[in-house]
């Protein structure tokens, strides 16, 4: 059993370097994709379009990665065909225009949706030893230091280049910078599957009784909610494109807004994954864990009101804020698919959540670039109402729950 639980580290850190190095090229890229779209001639309606289509996309095509990432059981082929396709995110050094820049921003969304229910299988497997909470913060906090890092890549160059605008060859020669990363996350994938195989037997050495062979109804109210929620919950594209156009910040400063919420996105992912798992010892259920949930919304309400304003330190609150949830996002909402779902069923759990959670995304984002070109203040208020809608589901998902 120790030696289970020390290859089950070994695999999460594993993974964790794997997120560590893969944010460092999509996270860097994300911090600058809404301000270098802007840069090469494209408005907010397309930049929020955009931001919409790639995450839906993203998430939507989750469903059939995950379903047959679970028929086939191929979850380490999943895993390296999809971080094989963030080679999209240097060759946007080549992209001369918004259209084919476009091409390479959905590209990497696409490969995010290929690896993301097989790769967070794996991890949900190994999590079983540690406690899924603790194990996805692990992961996650990892993770936070390669997105913190990709953002500081661009703040850096950007400084180093000197004041004034930065222009297509800045941006380019940013996202050029970020094969070294592409290279190390290729190499971690490879090392992880050397040194563990078959992770289905570290869950299988803890878990031993019967369990559903299908998804139950805590699941499907779970994926309502999280829908319901992230709909209200503002893109950091349309975010960094606001500051640029409202000269809240300079270009260097966009990104770097964006690493201090990776930053805090770290420390809250452990703090609430440590609570996760509290909650379900306490209550003695697997289930018992979604109680931390009613952050989301409560944290979430303040986000529109603060990063939409024209004052730096209402837009720093907000960014802080908008990392907090970002950290329960990644850590409570995959923990909690490990723990709602049968193993059989899983990749799928996976990719119905995220596709729920992808048009949501698509939805708010293309909504709030649409509406931000007539009202700042609709933006605003729609948003906020959209997280008090979703305060009652967490109260209905917690009777069920806890049944």
Partial sequence: MHNQKKTAFQLILLFGLVSLFGDVVYEGARSVNGPYLKTLGANAVIVGMVAGIAEFLGYAIRLASGYFADKTRAYWLFTFLGYGMLVSVPLLSLAGIWQVAVVFIIMERLGKALRSPARDTILSQATKQVGTGFGFAIAEVLDQIGAISGPLIFTLLFVLLGKGDRGIRDYQQGYSLLWIPLILVMLCIFLAWRRVPNPQALEDSVIKSHVAEKLSKTFWIYTVFTFVTTIGFANFALIGYHFKAKHVLTDAQIPLFYALAMGVDAVAALAIGKAYDIFKTRHNNEKGGLATLIAIPVFSLFI????????????????????????????????????LTPLKKRGTGYGIFNTAYGLAIFIGSAFVGLLYEHSILAVIIISVAIEIAAIPLFFVLRKEALK
């Fill in 304 to 339: 529109p009101v603060f990063v939409f304003s024209t004052k730096f330190s209402l837009c720093l609150a907000g960014a802080i804020i908008w990392g907090i949830v970002m950290g329960a996002h990644e850590t409570i909402m995959r923990s909690a698919i490990a723990d």
